[in-house]
């Protein structure tokens, strides 16, 4: 266990819906990362928050956004959703924004399907 | 372009024996390279962060090196188990700028199947 929440474990829509995928840190961690997994592909860093702020941005599509409270908890809205955009969607955190050498603690991940 | 190619795709393998995963990257300028653990369906796992100077890093059964001359990686398990059947994630991660997560750039993994 990673001590990396996501909520929820599944997740089944149709076109053209909007979701919210929800993301627990590790406690002390300020750091959060969003990541999309397509099947049989590699993951693909979508967007990091750090403390609040925006701090990287990824392949993160226009119809996508996040954004991470002030409890630090971040949440990834998905709308107008297309087939395509049917994944698993992990959740990391660090300990700090920078540098890179800080571990990534991945959480369980988020299966949506889009019908 | 920043590209990391992991091979071979998939390996099949008999409980016991030993194997060896390799990353080829072509990102500049280099920080460190991280080999990850996924188990199907759940998160990726660190295994083993490596910088610019270290050349092998050892986590159990599990040893990896690094070339940064030729900008090669490779991960050694010995005596694999069942439990070892999973996908092994390369990542390189570019120089840090100010502060953003510097760029980790994925390789698409190896499959690996330990089979009794």
């Known amino acids: 266990d990673s001590g990396v929440t996501q909520t929820p474990k599944h997740l089944i829509t149709a076109t053209g819906q909007r979701v919210t995928l929800r993301c627990s840190p590790r406690?002390?961690?300020?750091?959060v990362y969003w990541y999309q997994q397509s099947l049989d592909q590699g993951l693909q860093f979508l967007i990091q928050?750090?403390?609040?702020?925006?701090?990287a941005k990824g392949n993160i599509l226009e119809r996508f956004s996040a954004q991470q409270f002030p409890d630090l908890h971040s949440e990834l809205n998905l709308s107008s959703l297309e087939l395509g955009d049917s994944a698993l969607y992990f959740c990391a955190s660090s300990v700090e924004g920078a540098p890179p050498y800080n571990e990534q603690f991945f959480g369980p991940g988020t299966r949506l399907t889009v019908l | 372009k920043n590209q990391v190619e992991q091979s071979p795709q998939s390996l099949i393998i008999l409980e016991g024996k030993n194997c060896t995963l390799q990353c080829n990257y072509t990102v500049s300028p280099f920080s460190n390279l991280r080999w990850y653990k996924q188990d199907t369906g759940r998160g990726p796992v660190s295994l083993t962060i490596m910088t610019f100077s270290e050349n092998t890093k050892s986590n159990g059964r599990y040893t990896a090196t690094l070339d940064a001359d030729t900008k090669q990686s490779s991960l050694h398990i010995t005596a694999s188990q069942l439990s070892d059947s999973a996908s092994y994630i390369c990542v390189v991660s570019a120089a840090n700028y100010g502060g953003s997560q510097g760029n980790l750039i994925f390789g698409k993994g190896t499959k690996l199947s330990v089979k009794p």
């Open positions: 406690s002390g961690d300020l750091s």
């Open positions: 928050y750090y403390n609040g702020e925006e701090r």
